[in-house]
Each structure stands twice: as C-alpha cells, then as structure tokens.
C-alpha cells in the first residue's frame, strides 16, 4: 500500500519567518495530494490540494509544490502569524483511500 | 456553511460495552470515510462508503466493529464488545468524490 513519510515532526518559526513541511510517497499511482491543519482538540480542515497533472498551486500564503519524479510534495507557508500554530498533514490519494503523514507540529513565537 | 456533524462528541464506557458513534454527511455528498486518529498510529482509515454501498473496511478490526450506511443522511460505527486499545478520536468525513474529504467534529472515545 502507499506509505507517506512527512517530514520534520515538529517546527519552530519565528513570525513572519517561512515554514516549510515535505512530505514522499511510495506509490506512484497517487494522483491527489492534500493536506489538513489540525488546531488542539479540532476536526483537520483541508487548507490546500493539489492533483499530479499541476507541479505548484498557490492560496495567500499557503503554496503547495509537487515533484511527481521524485514522489514528494512540499507545503509552503510564508509571513507565518501565530494562528498557523497547529499540526499540518498531508496526504497521498490511490483509488479513494487517503493516506496520511503523521503530521507536523507547528509553532509559531511572536 | 454546511458540516459535518457527529455525535457524541465524547464518550466514555467500561471494557465490554457497546459504543455506536453516528456521522451525518454534507447534504449531497456520496462518499463517506471513518478514521480513527490516536498519536502513535495517526490517521487511519477504517472503512469507506459510496453511494451507501460499504466498498472498503479492511482496516477495521472485523471481529468487534461494523460500519453502516442505514440511509444517505446517517452513517454509524459500532464496536462490540469495546477494549482499552479503542480509546481514540473517531472522526467521519465526507465528499462530492474521492478527492476532496470534509472532517466532522469526531467522537472521542475513553474505554475504561
């Protein structure tokens, strides 16, 4: 089956600072690749997708990168405010079933 | 702004009891997925439908959860008899498709 490795765990940025969170796949059948935010005690949201005939889609100050030869996707979040604070998965699509990373969690300090 | 909604938000219940946790999808959605998220494992899907039809639950342990679509506006999860190692947030999701998937609130769950 696929297997999403997503990389680091956790992330410290300063305000205003680049957060940058990548994620690989294994199967390169995968075609949909999104990711989900996730505030403490919170349902995950999907915040941004992305679909393997696009190599870079891009929302405010979230952007999302895809590399299909190299299996792996990057997510991208530029002047960074503290309310980004939260855990970010992404997810690889085979078929119907999403596969997820074991998410990042993400600080942001004033 | 149309959700997902699931019930009950928390539950907690004592080893052997049964546990049935309801989803109602976003009106006009025809997937529908269960995943139990806990920190060691993550995300994990347990079962998914479409148009009602159950098309996966391999990652449902078979022998104690059961999964139904009784109609287009309620879809349940059942465990019986519960265990500790059950403990977890329980969340339903649902979609226009495969691609994009709406997370309810989840239900967490605390088996004693």
């Known amino acids: 089956g696929e297997n999403v490795e997503q990389h680091p765990s956790t992330l410290s940025v300063q305000e205003g600072d680049s957060a940058v969170i990548k994620c690989t796949y294994s199967d390169s059948a995968s075609n949909y690749f999104p990711w989900y935010k996730q505030e403490l005690g919170k349902r995950p949201q999907l915040i941004i997708d992305?679909?393997?005939?696009?190599g870079e889609k891009k929302d405010q100050r979230i952007a999302v990168t895809l590399n299909k030869t190299a299996k792996h996707f990057s997510l991208h979040i530029t002047e960074t405010q503290p309310e980004d604070s939260a855990v970010y998965f992404c997810?690889?699509?085979?078929?119907?079933?999403?596969?997820f990373g074991k998410g990042t969690s993400l600080l942001v300090t004033p | 702004d149309a959700r997902v909604t699931q019930t009950p938000r928390d539950k907690v219940t004592e080893m052997g009891q049964e546990v049935t946790m309801r989803c109602q999808p976003i009106?006009?959605?025809?997937?529908v997925f269960w995943y139990r998220q806990t920190m060691m494992q993550g995300l994990e899907l347990l079962a998914y439908f479409r148009n009602r039809a159950p098309l996966d639950d391999s990652g449902m342990p078979k022998d104690r959860f059961s999964a139904e679509m009784p109609d287009a506006t309620l879809a349940t999860l059942k465990i019986q008899p519960s265990e500790p190692r059950d403990s977890a947030v329980y969340f339903c999701a649902s979609g226009p498709g495969e691609s994009e998937q709406f997370f309810g609130p989840g239900t967490r769950l605390t088996v004693l």
């Open positions: 992305i679909r393997s005939n696009v």
């Open positions: 997810a690889a699509r085979r078929a119907y079933a999403l596969n």
């Open positions: 009106l006009g959605h025809n997937t």
